[in-house]
């Protein structure tokens, strides 16, 4: 059990929902961010659920609100993320624009909102969903993407070099197809044949229970032989 105290965003569904409820069987206090507070329809007890979407820069009043609420932050878990299928060369600025906003800007806005508590915890955590597609271009559909997921494990060596001497450790998890809605809408894999959302949790929980001398700064898993992941 562990009194500390975890952010974590896009807990409404998929990913983001198995970390909360695995993290709150291990007796973590959450804070969990929704577009719509309504979505955690019971689930979750005693969380403190707060509005947030990424569109609307809200992450400062979540993390204050946290902080009012529980006096301290421990982790910041970013799953919250959107997939538009697009080539580099046909994505329009709007919706390259969009998955920049919610894949990278976002989380380092909710990371910075919550630094100062980061780093009074001393074994301050934060684990960003990035994924294989931060690692590797697989198809031209899944280009624009890549870039946004690129740039994310780019802000998880950031965050790791910036809060190295605090005891801040960084954490970029890269999935290949995890069974949630954003995977069944995009591939013709059978969900059964995908990597399962509670298994990422437990890498998720991995990362913020390894002490500070055993930094993970990167999580591949896959559902399927590649040449390096
Ligand atoms: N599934 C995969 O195969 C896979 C593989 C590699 C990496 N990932 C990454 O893992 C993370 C979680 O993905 P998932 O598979 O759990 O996806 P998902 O089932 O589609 O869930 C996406 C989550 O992000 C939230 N979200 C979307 N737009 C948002 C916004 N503007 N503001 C705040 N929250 C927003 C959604 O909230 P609503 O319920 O309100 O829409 C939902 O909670 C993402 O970063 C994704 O890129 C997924």
């Not at 507070?37 to 204050?64: I, K, N, T, Y």
């Not at 538009?84 to 919706?95: A, H, K, S």
């Not at 994310?152 to 890269?174: E, K, N, S, V, Y």
């Given at each position: 059990?562990?009194?500390?105290?975890?952010?974590?965003?896009?807990?409404?569904?998929?990913?983001g929902?198995?970390?909360?409820?695995?993290?709150m069987?291990?007796?973590?206090?959450?804070?969990?961010?929704?577009?719509?507070?309504?979505?955690?329809?019971?689930?979750?007890?005693?969380?403190?659920v707060m509005?947030?979407?990424?569109?609307?820069?809200?992450?400062?009043?979540?993390?204050?609100?946290?902080?009012?609420?529980?006096g301290?932050?421990?982790a910041?878990?970013?799953?919250?993320?959107?997939?538009?299928?697009?080539?580099v060369?046909d994505?329009d600025?709007?919706?390259?624009?969009?998955?920049?906003?919610v894949?990278?800007?976002?989380?380092?806005?909710?990371?910075?909102?919550?630094?100062?508590?980061?780093?009074r915890?001393?074994?301050?955590?934060?684990?960003i969903?990035?994924?294989?597609?931060?690692?590797?271009?697989?198809?031209?559909?899944?280009?624009?993407?890549a870039?946004?997921?690129?740039?994310?494990?780019?802000?998880?060596?950031?965050?790791?070099?910036?809060?190295?001497?605090?005891?801040?450790?960084?954490?970029?998890?890269?999935p290949?197809?995890?069974d949630?809605?954003?995977?069944?809408?995009?591939?013709?894999?059978?969900?059964?044949?995908m990597?399962?959302p509670?298994?990422?949790?437990?890498?998720?929980?991995?990362?913020?229970?390894?002490?500070?001398?055993?930094?993970?700064?990167?999580?591949?898993?896959?559902?399927?032989?590649?040449?390096?992941?």
């Amino acid at each position: 059990m562990t009194d500390r105290v975890a952010l974590i965003s896009g807990a409404s569904r998929g990913i983001g929902a198995a970390v909360a409820q695995g993290l709150m069987r291990e007796g973590w206090q959450l804070s969990l961010g929704m577009r719509d507070p309504a979505d955690s329809d019971g689930r979750f007890d005693d969380a403190h659920v707060m509005r947030h979407d990424a569109m609307l820069r809200d992450e400062g009043d979540w993390a204050a609100a946290a902080l009012k609420r529980f006096g301290r932050i421990d982790a910041v878990v970013c799953c919250a993320g959107i997939m538009t299928p697009e080539t580099v060369v046909d994505v329009d600025d709007d919706t390259l624009d969009a998955m920049f906003e919610v894949n990278v800007k976002s989380p380092r806005r909710l990371v910075r909102a919550a630094w100062p508590a980061l780093q009074r915890a001393g074994k301050g955590r934060v684990v960003i969903l990035a994924s294989l597609s931060g690692k590797r271009v697989k198809s031209a559909a899944s280009g624009a993407y890549a870039m946004s997921k690129h740039a994310a494990i780019a802000l998880t060596h950031g965050i790791r070099q910036t809060g190295w001497d605090d005891g801040i450790r960084a954490t970029a998890i890269c999935p290949g197809f995890v069974d949630t809605d954003m995977a069944r809408a995009i591939t013709d894999f059978a969900p059964s044949d995908m990597t399962r959302p509670e298994d990422v949790a437990r890498m998720v929980h991995l990362a913020l229970d390894m002490p500070n001398t055993a930094s993970l700064a990167e999580m591949a898993v896959n559902c399927s032989p590649e040449a390096h992941f």
